[in-house]
């Protein structure tokens, strides 16, 4: 096992620091105090999931035993904290690198943490507007509507009498995350050095995963991407982006227009016609996101995605978007439209073209075969039995067998759509994902109203 001193002293890309050789700094400090800690726990906790994971394989065979590691690796992260949950949802995502086994259980880590306390909110509050609170409210709720392991929301109400919902930064979050995720990338660069990871991107996968993360507690920076997500998706009828104040807002705290009577089960209540909709609406954000405007929300589960009576879809909490270079919107868009029309060596080609790596001993040709065969079963599907979890799922694991790195540029647009996928075919079990890309395809590669 390699000396704590050493990974501390290694800078993010895997040298050593020029710092290496000097008196630890307080910041080193505390790397060193929260590295110690994380590794107690994880090789204490890991030590135990291991052996018990050895034992269930002997008992009950491979399957049971790869799903008892993978509840143990998701105890692990938990206990952990936020980072690391908000880390491991993010490379649950990553079927591509990670095995199917270990991304199902990782996918169901919450973030189950009880609400600020009354306390908890007021230094929330002093951290996030100084001495400036009462200039920008009249009043904070001290309940929580909701709440989460980086920030908690409250109704409040503006000086001129508009009621907003406040997303409130905990208090004290940011440094910590901050720490947690230079020790990644530094753990990272090291595991990059290790001849069995040798082709695989671990530092990209790493980075990509901690711009995520970060993403997510600079609250300045998502309430701009609030904002972004709202004029993109203006266009799209029936659907209803919070409008963001950002003179009220600060970098640990965005206030936008509070959006009453939300329920998770709000669909349930109504009737097939307007589930339907529903369905439709939900679609055709995504597409527009993907095919038209490249600026992607890539986390619409239920909690961030609602529904009301009056037949609008609300998309909320834009802290996990990506934004696609042009290059990469046109190519995933003749990705999705290859394979809507049964072109599996081309879809092949455009996952090799975007790879941002192909192991020296890649099988090429056995991929792209592999791809075309994958390609021209799901054509042959009916809409009802197509579904993009299991095209996705095989697709990387296509890429892990025979080498190739797929962008995370790549991914991330797959994965906006493989969210969304149980809520669309709870809502209407016969939407066709393909057939009702087709218009927003042609209008963003051809120019076709």
């Not at 307080?26 to 110690?36: H, K, S």
């Not at 963001?244 to 709000?266: G, K, N, Q, Y």
């Not at 405007?293 to 037949?311: E, M, W």
């Not at 990506?322 to 290059?327: I, M, T």
């Amino acid at each position: 096992m390699l000396p704590l001193k050493y990974l501390l002293s290694l800078s993010p890309t895997g040298a050593p620091s020029l710092e290496s050789s000097r008196s630890p700094t307080p910041e080193r400090l505390r790397l060193a105090g929260r590295a110690l800690v994380i590794g107690s726990v994880a090789t204490a906790s890991m030590a135990a999931g291991v052996a018990g994971a050895s034992a269930t394989a002997v008992r009950h065979g491979r399957t049971a035993g790869r799903r008892r590691l993978a509840r143990e690796i998701t105890r692990t992260v938990a206990r952990l904290g936020p980072t690391f949950i908000k880390a491991a949802q993010v490379l649950g995502t990553r079927r591509d690198v990670v095995p199917a086994w270990l991304c199902d259980e990782l996918s169901m880590l919450q973030d189950d943490v009880p609400p600020m306390t009354a306390t908890q909110g007021r230094i929330a509050l002093r951290e996030a507007y100084g001495d400036e609170l009462d200039k920008v409210f009249v009043a904070v709720e001290k309940v929580p509507t909701a709440s989460g392991s980086i920030a908690c929301v409250y109704r409040a109400t503006l000086l001129d009498g508009g009621t907003v919902a406040l997303k409130l930064r905990r208090p004290g979050i940011g440094p910590r995350m901050a720490a947690d995720l230079a020790l990644l990338r530094r753990g990272a660069a090291l595991v990059a050095r290790l001849p069995m990871f040798r082709g695989v991107p671990v530092r990209e996968v790493v980075d990509n995963l901690c711009e995520s993360v970060l993403g997510q507690v600079d609250l300045g920076r998502e309430g701009r991407d609030l904002g972004r997500l709202r004029e993109d998706l203006g266009s799209v009828p029936r659907v209803l982006v919070p409008r963001v104040h950002p003179e009220a807002s600060r970098p640990a705290a965005i206030v936008m227009d509070f959006v009453s009577d939300l329920a998770v089960d709000t669909a349930d209540r109504c009737s097939p016609a307007l589930r339907r909709r529903f369905a439709a609406s939900t679609l055709a954000v995504v597409y527009q996101m993907l095919f038209i405007n490249g600026f992607v929300h890539c986390d619409l589960h239920p909690g961030n995605l609602y529904f009301k009576r009056g037949g609008q879809v609300v998309v909320l909490d834009a802290g996990f978007s990506v934004q696609l270079s042009e290059r990469m919107r046109d190519l995933f868009a003749n990705f999705f439209l290859n394979m809507s029309i049964g072109r599996g060596e081309r879809c092949a080609a455009i996952v090799l073209e975007s790879a941002i790596g192909v192991s020296d001993d890649a099988d090429v040709g056995a991929f792209t075969e592999g791809v075309t065969d994958l390609v021209a079963r799901s054509y042959k599907l009916s809409a009802k039995e197509f579904s993009l979890i299991a095209f996705a799922g095989e697709l990387f694991d296509l890429q892990r067998r025979y080498g190739v790195a797929a962008s995370p540029e790549l991914v991330f647009p797959l994965l906006s759509l493989l969210v969304v996928e149980g809520t669309v075919r709870s809502l209407d079990p016969d939407i066709d994902f393909q057939e009702t890309a087709k218009p927003i395809l042609n209008r963003a590669l051809f120019g076709i109203r």
